[in-house]
């Protein structure tokens, strides 16, 4: 049965959190007890989506951001996980990052940026990423040192309640792969982006523009500052380039990036 939404206090916005299951509202609603807004309405900005539990086939759990889905998983751990982070997202980004519109996989230490575009197609393939070694990271527009061009992933900052978040942690323990949880450093080791059938037969003005959907703000603005930071990017990262958005193609352009040894 769907619960309400909750509303919920973050920094100066108010933001919606709504589920499709009352047992899981009430396990979010402890654990942000101290940012709930009793009195006040307010959209659903996340939205959670639990499947059914019955039978043998594992179902799938889904966390949408403003009508988009970010994580598609069978753990209703990582779930309710996510949806405490990406409240972080709508806090002001650092001015010493540089946001990054794309999924973010780690390896071996090492990130590896998907451009957004394809994030829905990230999630489907997540098992078969696993089995290359890629792990999907739950966080909404990765942050890229622009100095030294590693991705800071910082474990969750958001003050809630420890014993509600204890509590989910406790009925739905944390995978080993949920690497997000953790403070971690990942020096940029190569990005997947759309880009033409013929790509290299383009200019390299041409080829660096491909690029610039992964630092355009929502209204189109591009900064100056970023694109000093993309170019540094396209200087010393491997780039794949594929314009297709299906699962095979995707698939090809991350397996393109990876060494013989994965």
Same mark, same amino acid.
């Given at each position: 049965?769907?619960?309400?939404?909750?509303?919920? /206090?973050?920094?100066?916005?108010?933001?919606?959190?709504?589920?499709?299951?009352?047992?899981?509202?009430?396990?979010?609603?402890?654990?942000?007890?101290?940012?709930?807004?009793?009195?006040?309405?307010?959209?659903?900005?996340?939205?959670?989506?639990?499947?059914?539990?019955?039978?043998?086939?594992?179902?799938?759990?889904?966390?949408?951001?403003?009508?988009?889905?970010?994580?598609?998983?069978?753990?209703?751990?990582?779930?309710?996980?996510?949806?405490?982070?990406?409240?972080?997202?709508?806090?002001?980004?650092?001015?010493?990052?540089?946001?990054?519109?794309?999924?973010?996989?780690?390896?071996?230490?090492?990130?590896?940026?998907?451009?957004?575009?394809?994030?829905?197609?990230?999630?489907?393939?997540?098992?078969?990423?696993?089995?290359?070694?890629? /792990?999907?990271?739950?966080?909404?527009?990765?942050?890229?040192?622009?100095?030294?061009?590693?991705?800071?992933?910082?474990?969750?900052?958001?003050?809630?309640?420890?014993?509600?978040?204890?509590?989910?942690?406790?009925?739905?323990?944390?995978?080993?792969?949920?690497?997000?949880?953790?403070?971690?450093?990942?020096?940029?080791?190569?990005?997947?982006?759309?880009?033409?059938?013929?790509?290299?037969?383009?200019?390299?003005?041409?080829?660096?523009?491909?690029?610039?959907?992964?630092?355009?703000?929502?209204?189109?603005?591009?900064?100056?500052?970023?694109?000093?930071?993309?170019?540094?990017?396209?200087?010393?990262?491997?780039?794949?380039?594929?314009?297709?958005?299906?699962?095979?193609?995707?698939?090809?352009?991350?397996?393109?990036?990876?060494?013989?040894?994965?």
């Amino acid at each position: 049965m769907e619960a309400g939404p909750i509303a919920v /206090r973050v920094g100066d916005l108010v933001l919606g959190v709504r589920t499709n299951d009352e047992e899981m509202s009430a396990l979010l609603a402890r654990a942000l007890r101290p940012r709930v807004e009793t009195n006040l309405e307010a959209p659903p900005n996340l939205s959670l989506t639990f499947g059914s539990t019955e039978g043998r086939v594992r179902q799938r759990h889904l966390l949408y951001r403003s009508g988009l889905s970010v994580v598609r998983t069978s753990s209703r751990g990582r779930v309710l996980r996510g949806a405490l982070r990406y409240l972080e997202s709508y806090s002001p980004v650092p001015s010493d990052v540089t946001s990054m519109n794309a999924k973010l996989l780690v390896h071996d230490g090492e990130a590896v940026l998907v451009d957004g575009r394809f994030g829905i197609t990230v999630d489907v393939l997540e098992r078969r990423l696993e089995r290359l070694g890629l /792990r999907v990271v739950d966080v909404h527009k990765p942050r890229l040192d622009p100095e030294t061009l590693v991705i800071h992933v910082e474990a969750p900052r958001l003050e809630i309640d420890a014993d509600g978040r204890a509590e989910i942690d406790r009925r739905y323990p944390p995978a080993p792969n949920e690497v997000e949880l953790q403070k971690g450093r990942y020096p940029l080791a190569g990005i997947v982006i759309w880009g033409g059938e013929a790509s290299d037969e383009r200019s390299p003005a041409q080829r660096f523009a491909e690029l610039t959907p992964l630092i355009v703000a929502r209204d189109g603005h591009l900064a100056p500052e970023d694109l000093e930071v993309l170019a540094r990017v396209n200087a010393s990262c491997e780039i794949v380039r594929t314009h297709q958005a299906d699962a095979r193609h995707v698939l090809e352009a991350l397996r393109a990036l990876s060494p013989p040894s994965r």
